[in-house]
């Protein structure tokens, strides 16, 4: 008689736990959100930035996110930039997390920028540089439309061993303010209460939808003054050739009547000619 062994099972795994991902950033006082969408949705800032900066598979441009050194229980004391950029990261795994983590990461963000509203501008200025300095992130800037909540227009500071030192922001003409970053290569410029971003190499603007949309207009104006010039050619070819084929063929018109002429002459001769044959030669008696 045979005795069956019984096989036991193995305990299913645990399930993976879930991955982690932020909740949902804070809805903005209105004086911010419409502060930040006038200098940096309306404008196309974002957009220009990921296209100037490059590399978008490593290079991250990003807002209103969440920014943590690590997973945590809560958002109490995060903060969620109105600008953030970092270089050599993972841009698909910021936008999965719906935030920054630096442990993820492997490094804190290169560039974060607060555009001041009188709802945020306290903090900005009195809260946020040590926390973004005991974040280790790089620069961080302040913009300030009026010049009324922060103190000033444009400030900018730069991480030095475990605090921010100033940036030194000077005074171009017609009152504009200009900082350069170092970690942008970039100047940022108060301008008219715009916030502008300027290449150091060509002091001209990164390229804007209006540049774009201004180069295709030029391209297309180019192609149709080519096309245009091309046809005045073509129509000045056709003209000399069809006033040589004139002129050929009057020279051929009037060699054919020198030829009937010609042919004329011949057969009159012959006819004479004939005409003496027919003659008798007189006889002699």
């Known amino acids: 008689m045979t005795t069956a062994i019984a096989v036991k099972t193995p305990p299913a795994p ?25 200098q940096l949705t309306y404008t196309g800032h974002c957009h220009h930035l990921v296209q100037y900066l490059g590399n978008r598979d490593t290079t991250l441009v990003g807002a209103d996110f969440w920014l943590a050194r690590g997973p945590r229980p809560g958002t109490l004391g995060l903060r969620c930039p109105d600008l953030l950029i970092a270089f050599d990261v993972d841009p698909a795994a910021y936008f999965a997390t719906g935030g920054y983590l630096i442990t993820e990461q492997g490094k804190p963000p290169d560039f974060v920028l607060e555009v001041a509203s009188e709802s945020t501008a306290k903090v900005d200025v009195e809260q946020k540089p040590a926390d973004y300095a005991a974040l280790g992130i790089l620069e961080y ?7 009324e909540y922060c103190g000033s227009r444009l400030t900018g500071d730069r991480l030095v061993d475990d605090h921010y030192e100033p940036i030194p922001i000077e005074e ?7 900082g350069y970053s170092p970690a942008l290569h970039l100047y940022l410029r108060w301008e008219r209460g715009r916030l502008t971003w300027h290449d150091p190499a060509t002091g001209r603007h990164i390229l804007t939808f209006d540049d774009v ?47 009937r002429a010609e042919a004329g002459i011949v057969k009159a001769e ?16």
Do not use: C
Request: avoid cysteine; proline fraction near 10%.
């Open 14 to 38: 645990p399930p993976a736990p879930e991955p982690f991902r932020f909740p949902e950033p804070p809805e903005r006082e209105i004086d911010e959100s419409m502060t930040n969408h006038r």
């Open 141 to 147: 800037w302040r913009f300030d439309q009026t010049g």
């Open 172 to 178: 171009l003409p017609d009152g504009v303010l200009q």
């Open 213 to 259: 949309k201004e180069a295709h207009l030029n391209e297309q104006a180019r192609t149709a003054a080519a096309r245009a010039a091309r046809l005045r050619a073509d129509a000045r070819t056709a003209e000399y050739l069809a006033a040589r084929f004139w002129d050929e063929a009057l020279i051929a018109e009037n060699r054919a009547a020198r030829l």
């Open 270 to 285: 012959a006819r004479i000619s004939e005409r003496r044959l027919e003659i008798p030669w007189p006889q002699k008696d």
